[in-house]
């Protein structure tokens, strides 16, 4: 007999709390492993869901299973699947929220991290050390796909990638990442030093060290009011290869600064949202909050003409294809080794918020009242 599966379902928009209840346990199929979770992540963009449902994605069917960061263990390999076996353990991003699925319901409901037994893409997975704990892996996979793509990804910075050893970090070549201490930003400071790059970025003081630690070269205040200034100085005298941007405001800050710098790459990888206030689930909240994104649609289109630098939305949108490079350099070549290697480390740092699908709503609601530096997590 198949596994008993659970999962937290997401009802419809707004629907409020998930609803923990029995969910099918799908058998892979050609080219997919079934891992059983012991530990899934928080993002963004899991409350944005539950608030925002179609507004944000249209293709969303209810009910579904929400969730993309995940790790645990193989329980099941599909026919043609290379390089993972029952057993291994993994960290894995889960894809019940990609366009891919819209017109499958029960592959996308398959395909949601929160639940016992999760349907996985073998080039979005990758195997984890003996010694790594799931609460700890669990928090890479759909953050570290973001940079990694706005990186990497020959529509947007193609910046050379991360090896194992790393490569010497350049003393000319210099890539700005904002939001440093954010999920993404962590992310990004590591794959794009390992790559040798020199790192920009900016952080609240209290984060400065961190970012530090993890490969940035400067950090910035993000609220300092000479913050553009110190981002020019500091990119100033290399060949600077564009930007990663994360955060508010931060698309036309960098845009400005790539600008001011005569040779730069004036391109700008916008991998990070405005954030959804938790007004929005009402219908004054939504209006409010489309027109301030169509308006920092303007501001940027604006801040394109005047500095003569393109802004693009990471939009992952051949992320599950096999010739992605996302999946076949960074999650099967380098992950599994730069992290055996200890060279790659767990970013931002975990905090435990409960145990079992019933804690999963309650540590939504913790992220989305803030957290800092820090990815939330529920066992399972």
Known sequence: MPPVNQAAWLKARNARPLVVGPAPYTAPGPGQI???NHAVAINPVDWCLQLLGQFVLTFIKYPMVPGGDLA???VEVGKGVEGFHVGDRVMALGCSAAPDLAASHTAAQAEGAFQLYTVV????????PA???YTDACVLPLTLATAAYGLFHPGFLALDLPTVPARPV???KKVLVTGGASSVGCNGIQLATQAGYQVVTTASPKNFAYVKALGAAAVFDYRSKTLQDDLVQALAGGEVVGALAVGDGSVELCMNVLGRLPGSRRFVALAGAAMVPPKVASVTGRASFIASTLWQGVRTS???RSTGVEAKFVDTKDLLQDDCVVGRDVFGRFLPAALAAQQYVTAPRTRVA???LEALQAAMDLQRNGVSAE???VTL
Do not use: Q
């Open 170 to 172: 350049s003393s000319t």
């Open 121 to 128: 893409r073998p080039p979005l997975a990758a195997r984890i």
């Open 131 to 133: 010694w790594m704990a």
């Open 34 to 36: 079934v891992v059983k």
């Open 375 to 377: 990815k939330v997590v």
């Open 72 to 74: 645990g263990k193989v």
């Open 302 to 304: 604006m801040a394109g």
């Open 354 to 356: 409960g145990h079992g």
